[in-house]
């Protein structure tokens, strides 16, 4: 592993509203950024790394993931590693999640930064001695339904006053845009997956994600009304619907094909999360729940339409580059 020649004098910095389990180091060279985060958050949590990152330049940053999210951190500039922490299912794969806490172990890691309470529990059982931060003195994750700083700020710079001791708040607009880095692989299967589907060259794509697990369900849009939206595009536009999300995302995505006699491709569980963002960038639409896709699509510069349910708009509504090209409807 790459050690990068910094000082490693410890001090006192001071911490705002970040609580802070010991003394932070004032310069340190090897950060462990804890992201065990769904999938959205994880792309929310990139602006303030990449302000970690324009602060320790020469520091080696390790973002702790788990299978679900590692995707969308693979190839961002800003983090050296990733270190995988396997979903514990019983004594199955004791073994995987062992090897894993071994890594960190040997890492020499000399501050830990917790952006998800999950991180936060386990890097106290794993690495008990090393500095962590994390946002408050109580749990923020616990607290956010009440607690009238969290919902008064966005998702993106909530991951920014968790890192207050090292990161200032973004000064431009630019520093708040999620990153998604996708590779010309990732380009290349998602064009295999459109000529599997037999979708002539120039036709107008559209991604719409209509599933999503939040809220147990309850922010998905009713299957007929994406099917009513998706009717209207394919006969104002000639355009094909790309059914796209998770496995999770099958049943419902077949109810709304269903519902269309033209143009509705199913490609819901069928392959990896970052040639999904791949297609995303492809469209000249993405229509979908308040979910992962929808924050994807912003991140890779495709205009997009999310519809919130539950969950607070304001607080997730998608970051991107130009803000006109994102509408949000909400009840």
């Not at 500095?131 to 956010?144: E, I, K, T, V």
């Amino acid at each position: 592993m790459e050690q990068r020649k910094t000082t490693n004098r410890r001090t006192i910095v001071p911490v705002g509203r970040a609580w802070a389990s010991r003394r932070l180091p004032a310069k340190p060279r090897h950060i462990l950024v804890g992201t065990l985060l769904p999938i959205g958050d994880t792309l929310m949590a990139t602006p303030a790394i990449a302000g970690l990152r324009r602060r320790f330049p020469e520091a080696i940053i390790t973002a702790w993931v788990s299978a679900s999210n590692a995707a969308i951190l693979e190839g961002n500039p800003d983090i050296d590693q990733l270190v995988r922490m396997p979903t514990m299912q019983g004594w199955k794969n004791l073994r995987e999640i062992a090897h894993a806490v071994r890594e960190l172990r040997a890492a020499n890691i000399d501050l830990i930064i917790n952006l998800a309470g999950a991180s936060s529990m386990l890097s106290r059982a794993y690495l008990p001695t090393v500095p962590r931060m994390f946002l408050d003195a109580s749990p923020w994750w616990f607290l956010r339904g009440s607690d009238e700083r969290y919902r008064a700020r966005h998702s993106v710079d909530q991951y920014f006053y968790a890192m207050a001791p090292y990161v200032g708040l973004p000064a431009t607009a630019q520093e708040r845009l999620p990153r998604l880095t996708l590779s010309p692989d990732d380009m290349a299967q998602a064009a295999q997956a459109l000529t599997d589907e037999r979708i002539p060259s120039g036709k107008t794509l559209i991604t719409m994600h209509v599933g999503g697990d939040g809220f147990d369900g309850r922010k998905q849009w009713m299957p007929e009304r994406f099917a009513a939206v998706g009717r209207a595009l394919v006969d104002q536009y000639d355009a094909h619907i790309l059914l796209v999300g998770g496995p999770v995302d099958e049943a419902v995505a077949r109810a709304v094909a269903a519902r269309m006699p033209r143009n509705a491709h199913l490609l819901v569980g069928q392959m990896p999360l970052r040639t999904t963002a791949a297609l995303i960038r492809r469209a000249a639409l993405h229509v979908g729940n308040d979910s992962a896709p929808m924050h994807m699509a912003a991140a890779v510069g495709t205009p997009a339409i999310g519809i919130f349910g539950p969950s607070n708009w304001e607080q997730f509504t998608p970051v991107a580059v130009n803000p006109n090209a994102i509408r949000v409807l909400h009840s």
